[in-house]
């Protein structure tokens, strides 16, 4: 017994209907949402700091700093200046992921998530409970500049002799979700765009 035309066409629609929804299912189902790596120059200018400081001292604490908040490892740069005096400055250049708007996703250059990273002595290693007031001006000035999300923090800074609480900084911060070299095995693109401070 053949198939007539009209039962024809509903077997059509029918596909192209269940094609259709595995599309939008395989599209809603790619996780997190859609980001570029933004590249960013700042200068941290530190004024008043109760310790002194080495270059090397600087140099490992933005390092350790920038890659827990998410700054791309291949594109960090740490660069202090008038080390060894309580007001020295820190030149960080690194890529960070943007988030895209809605309608422009379909240029993101990978996947992100927010999630909760958390500063403190020992978190990353370089930091200890000497680099309270250190971790005040990195909130102020860096993570300012960058408009990022604190979630919470705790940064008065007083003296742990007094039984005060070593200093603590949450921040919301976006991690990718898709690793480079999966994004580039499906014919995507990583670059770095421009961003003025």
Request: with cysteine; charged share 20%.
């Amino acid at each position: 017994m053949g198939i007539g035309r009209p039962a024809t066409i509903a077997m059509a629609v029918l596909g192209a209907a269940t094609a259709c929804n595995v599309s939008h299912a395989a599209q809603t189902a790619s996780p997190g949402m859609a980001a570029v790596w933004s590249a960013h120059t700042i200068i941290v200018q530190l004024r008043d700091l109760p310790r002194v400081y080495s270059c090397n001292d600087l140099w490992y604490r933005f390092h350790a700093v920038l890659l827990q908040i998410g700054a791309r490892p291949d594109t960090v740069s740490v660069l202090p200046y008038a080390c060894g005096t309580h007001s020295p400055s820190v030149q960080v250049e690194f890529a960070f992921p943007r988030v895209l708007q809605p309608a422009r996703a379909r240029f993101g250059e990978l996947r992100v998530a927010d999630r909760t990273v958390t500063l403190e002595p020992g978190r990353p290693a370089p930091l200890d409970a000497g680099d309270c007031q250190l971790m005040r001006q990195i909130t102020t000035e860096l993570f300012a500049a960058l408009r990022m999300k604190v979630v919470s923090s705790n940064l008065e800074c007083g003296s742990r002799a007094r039984g005060e609480q070593p200093f603590r900084v949450s921040l919301q911060v976006a991690e990718p979700v898709v690793h480079e070299q999966e994004q580039l095995a499906t014919g995507g693109e990583i670059g770095i765009s421009k961003q003025k401070e």
